[in-house]
C-alpha cells in the first residue's frame, strides 16, 4: 500500500497549518496526548513535529514531506527539495524577517561594530555562517526564548530574532540596524521520496490545493443580475481574475454576470454596481482558486 508520510509543524505554524489543510480539503484531528494526528485521506500518515527540527526528520527519511520555515531548512543545513513556497504565518499572510537589533542608545549601527561582541539568537548556525562569511568575529549564545531581554539586561550586546511587525522590537526599546534573512514557510520534501512517481505526484497535488487555497484568501465571488442595457457599463466596472462570466437569462433582456475579485473591493464596488443598474448581487466566500 502506498503511503505518504507528512509533518504537521507544532507550535507557531500549528493552527495555521490545519487551517490551510481543512480549506484545501483535508481534516487533520489532533488528539491532545497524541503526535499522530488522525486524517481523513488513506494515503496520508501525519506526524507532529516542531518546525524547527522538521528538515532534519524529512532529510534523513523519517519523513516523507513535512511544512516548515526556509530559516530552518538553512539553520540545521539540511539537503532536501523544496515542493513549493506557502506564504503564510500564525499572523499574517506575509515572509518573515530575521534581523539584527541593538538597544536605541547602542554605539553599535552597523554589522562591522559587532567585532568582539556578543549575539544572542535562536538561529545559531546561521547566524554564526553569516558573520563568518563576512569576516566578523563575534560569539554567539543560543537563547531558549525572551531573546529581546537578552539585550536590554546586558547579557548581549545584540539579538539576532525573527519579526514580522517589529511591535515586540520596538516595545523592548530596541531598534533594527540589519536583515539578515527573509524566510516564508515551505513544502519541503525528502529527495529519495520526491524521486518516487507515486510519492511525488501526491505531493504536488497537496501543493496544488494549498496554493489554490492560499491564492483564495481574501477573495470572493460575485454574481449579479445585469440588463442588457446596462451590460457594457457595468463590464467595465468589473475587475477579474481573467473576464467575468456571463451569460443568458431565460426568456429575459437580462444576462448573469460572475467574477472573482479581492475582498477588499466589495465595499466600494456594490454600492456602484447597483447605481449602474445591477441587481440581485450576491457575495460568496471562496475556498481555492486553482
Not at 111 to 139: C, H, M, P
Request: aromatic content about 6%.
Amino acid at each position: 500500500m502506498n503511503l505518504l508520510r507528512i509533518g504537521i509543524p507544532k507550535g507557531s505554524l500549528e493552527k495555521a497549518t490545519l487551517e490551510l489543510f481543512e480549506k484545501s480539503g483535508w481534516r487533520i484531528k489532533l488528539s491532545n496526548r497524541s503526535y499522530f494526528p488522525e486524517v481523513d485521506d488513506p494515503d496520508l500518515a501525519c506526524s507532529m513535529c516542531r518546525a524547527q527540527e522538521m528538515s532534519r526528520y524529512v532529510e534523513n527519511g523519517t519523513l516523507d514531506v513535512g511544512i516548515t520555515g526556509k530559516d530552518w531548512v538553512l539553520e540545521n543545513g539540511s539537503e532536501v527539495a523544496v515542493v513549493t513556497d506557502l506564504v503564510y504565518s500564525k499572523v499574517s499572510k506575509r515572509p518573515t524577517r530575521w534581523v539584527l537589533a541593538v538597544p536605541a542608545n547602542s554605539s553599535i549601527k552597523s554589522l562591522r561594530d559587532l567585532e568582539g561582541k556578543k549575539i544572542a539568537t535562536e538561529l545559531v548556525s546561521f547566524t554564526r555562517n553569516y558573520f563568518k562569511q563576512r569576516d566578523i568575529n563575534v560569539e554567539i549564545e543560543f537563547s531558549w526564548g525572551a531573546t529581546e531581554a537578552k539585550v536590554v539586561s546586558g547579557l548581549a550586546d545584540a539579538i539576532v530574532e525573527v519579526t514580522e511587525t517589529e511591535s515586540t522590537i520596538k516595545a523592548h526599546g530596541l531598534v533594527i540596524i540589519h536583515e539578515l534573512l527573509i524566510s516564508n514557510t515551505q513544502l519541503i520534501a525528502n529527495k529519495k521520496a520526491f524521486a518516487d512517481p507515486w510519492k511525488r505526484e501526491k505531493m504536488e497535488n497537496i501543493a496544488l490545493l494549498l496554493q489554490g487555497a492560499l491564492k483564495a484568501d481574501r477573495m470572493v465571488g460575485l454574481k449579479m443580475n445585469v440588463p442588457e442595457s446596462k451590460l457594457k457599463e457595468v463590464m467595465h466596472m468589473l475587475p477579474s481574475l481573467n473576464a467575468p462570466t456571463v451569460s443568458n437569462l431565460y426568456q429575459k433582456d437580462w444576462f448573469s454576470v460572475e467574477t472573482v475579485i479581492s475582498e477588499h473591493e466589495v465595499r466600494d464596488l456594490v454600492p456602484r454596481l447597483l447605481k449602474h443598474g445591477a441587481e440581485g448581487i450576491i457575495e460568496y466566500s471562496l475556498n481555492k482558486v486553482i
